[in-house]
């Protein structure tokens, strides 16, 4: 019966997502371009991305950055979950406001926030300077240093709203007669969130990890339009280099191994976070 | 009965809402004016405000026919992830030999970038002889796993006595779904509806590659028209963008009233 | 006009009737055009079209546009499915990377057949496409980087004539800059910044296109002169990190001495910078008449079904008539001798700005830099671009920057 119900979702899961895998894992061993017949090669591409490739290096630790970054948005977005999950007169309003960027195109937030940030006429130099508060415009897409945390700021406030929502879902789930209860039983407010809702709400925060780990993807858009991988790699993430590799020097089979290789990573990041969070996706195994 | 002092909460919320709100006023402002947004230094006042680019929208590109294409994929795609989400996160609910695999399956299905599927998508694509249709659209978005995992958090959260009084009473595990587990996570629903619908509606890459023939073009591909030859940024790149945010808007505002009702339902649960 | 218009008419007359004739009822001859970036001229493009199938009755012509980004993922896509669009709208050496790839019909031996169509088209810019001694494309509109030069600013520092070496340039852009302005802006995709190290006496690779031959103390000099003027505020540093719009939008602003760029460029900041005309705005060559061209060029992929049909289509949209419609609405050079000489009259009488720039088109076309006939060469300039741009940006010394990108382009020329 389980399987039953499984099936239509796992249909679609193996033709769209697991045999582009296999098809990419096989490709990560053969030489190939379109047009071309495949030739079996081993294990060349991996020595060449792991041995002789200093920009998937670059890449692979501005991934891993990204990612750790995750946690601080989660953190926003639970303290923002709780504040609007309450009664508080107006919740509706700002949770609309919180979530209004996400359902924005990503090249919209791409453009403005290149603009934003823009050297010369960018609004947050324009403050920034108005105020008084530096004297030079802040070079924050030109700069090495600079270009990936402003990446990851504008991806911040994309995503927000995601987090937001399904950390308001899992909230909506707690009883709230266990909240009662502790009220009754004089608890203090930290104790209750501590020893209620966190626990309650670890599925919800497995998810939201989850999601800061497939965000160093699907975060892709933003990357692309903002600052293409630039300056230099400064903001190469894994997905640009497989991205540029496959339709951009049309290296299909070297795209591939890109592909393995940041998967393997991302599967070993979710099982570390499932652990973390006690195996089954957060949820306690009944 | 201690009386906690809101205004703080207000104040955080406030500067959060201003923070979220800056970039998003002014694809706001430009849509309306059509001023060079690198015009220095940036004006806050909306100049000498218009309508006029969003009529432009409407003539540069075909947009009802756009629009249609686009409702008619998200229906799908929502209808398809309530239906095939639901049934999947409730039965990874039960404990089933291998359950623990095909979480681990599904977790790592999502780890899987689409940017890296495109070729093969394509080729199974026009295999089942879907291309250039709504459903060759809708397809792989029919179901996302995030959202099984919505469902499957939500379900767990219902009480145990209630699903084991239903089996008593007899009722076979789809109405199990339907009766019993559907209501009460309203909220869950809502958010599946939501993101669903979101992500469907901002697909640009798929159906850009799965569509040839205009007509079936979705609207996020009506961009092109707007980022002119120069990457122009003009007012009807702006008032585009505002319109095709407005379903996901909508939709949201519709479906959130989920989560205040969902407040008062936990109070009677269990 | 007429007699090419009966010539074209002929020959695809002559080429269907030679074509072998299914047996039953003709399903419609089909070709599907890939413009790249166009659909602003969609009113137009159909009605070229219509017109070639009006000459050509029982054809059809599907019409694809995409824009730059996501037109190499479609037209891929499409290759490996097998079914390449027939006619295809291609930017800069991307055709000659996809002529290495095998994607593309060679179009040599339909050339030597059809004099008169090469001879209509300009040499050095069809050359641009011949890749290990075959041509896959020809000219669709064209285009080479030149210096504009903002005269007002010139004046001010005490300059009344644009410069004729790298130094002049370097001297120009340090007595021009101070306070919000100054003194050069490039812009840097496609290797449309080459002509600086071009006319600094650095080729890239050898005759034979397998060595990297840039690695000398002229390059490093030439590298170290444009970090100093890019750290001093002489070169604008948006010029080695935006893209399109931050470059043309800082120079339209009227606070920059010279903007290195192609013609297009033109018609773009005269829309932004009102102060911009004749008297204000000068169009020169680089020093040494050095250009890197970044024309699109049309070719016929190798998996089409009709490829006498996509020939016919070339010719239709290449020639005098269509060509000549092109050029008028989009303000473009073609690469078509006749269209654009008249072109060129047309506008000396009408807009004498856009004329000196335009006309700088045709000139020094010997000089054409920064497009090696390469079948990976966006893998080399991906090897060599973030080199550039470290040394240029001050993070990597010229010599390391050097060093690093001969080891990296190397590389790459190895798998090739």
Redo the contacts between chains.
Sequence with gaps: ???C??L???T??F???????G??LWLSFHAW????PAQFIGLEHYEEMLL?DE?FWQALGNTLIFIGCSPLAIMAALA?AL??????????I????????????????G???R??Y??????IN?VLRSAGIINEPL?F??S?DMALPSVIVADF?QV?G?YM??L???L??????LY?AARVDGVPARARFLHITLP?LR??IF?CF??G??NS??S??LV?VMT?G????ATELL?TL???A???????DY??AL?VV??LL??VL??VA?RAAG??????E? | MRKTPTWPRHAIMLVVCVLMLIPFYWVLKTSLTGENIYAYPPRIIPVDPHLFNYVDVWYMIPFPRYLLNSVIVTLMAVAGNLLFNTTAGYALTKNFPGRRWVVLLLLSCMLIPFQATIIPAYLITSWLGVLNTHLGMALPMLSTIICIFIFKASFEAVPRSLIDAARIDGLSEWRIVLRIMLPLSKPAVATNVILNAIWSWNAFMWPLITTRSAEMQTLPLGLARFLSVMENTTGALYAFVVLVLVPGLAIFLMAQKEFIRGLTAGATKG | MRRRNLLQATAVTAALAALPRPGIAQAPKKITWLTWNLVHLESHIKGWIASFVAANPGVEVEWIDKKGPELPAFYQTQLVAGTPPDVIDIQGALGLEYAGQGALLDLSPILAREAAVKGSFNADYLSNWVFEGKNYMVPYYISKTLLFWNKTRFRDAGLDKPPTSFAEIMAAATKIKGGEKTGLLTLNFDWLYWPFMQMSGVELLSADLKTPTFNTAKAADALGQLAEATKSGAINGISWTGRWVEPNEAFATGNVGMLHAHAPAYFWIKGKGPWINADTLGAAHAPGGWATPNSHGLGISKGSKNPELAWAFVKHITGDVVADSLARTASVLTGNKVVDQAQLVRLEKDDPAAFQVLKTQFEHTDKMCGNWRLGNDSRVKDAFWPEFQSAVLGRKDPKTALADAERRVARELRRA
């Design positions: 019966m389980a399987a119900f499984l239509p979702a796992l679609i899961f033709l769209y997502r697991i045999l582009p895998l098809w990419n371009s379109p047009l071309k002789d920009v923002i504040l609007v999950n309450s009664d508080l007169k107006g919740a509706a700002y949770r609309t406001i919180v979530f209004l960027s996400y359902p924005l195109m990503t090249v919209a937030v453009i403005i926030w603009w934003l823009d050297e010369r006429s960018g609004f324009w070079k897409l030109q090495f406030w927000l995601f929502i399904i308001l879902t899992g909506q789930a707690i009883p709230q007669h009662e309650l599925p919800s998810l989850v999601v780990i497939l993807f699907t892709f858009d692309y293409n630039g300056p230099g790699h997905i497989i991205y540029k496959g339709f951009g020097q049309t290296r299909f795209a591939a592909t940041q998967f991302l599967v979710t099982w499932n195996g089954n996706a957060g949820s306690r009944t």
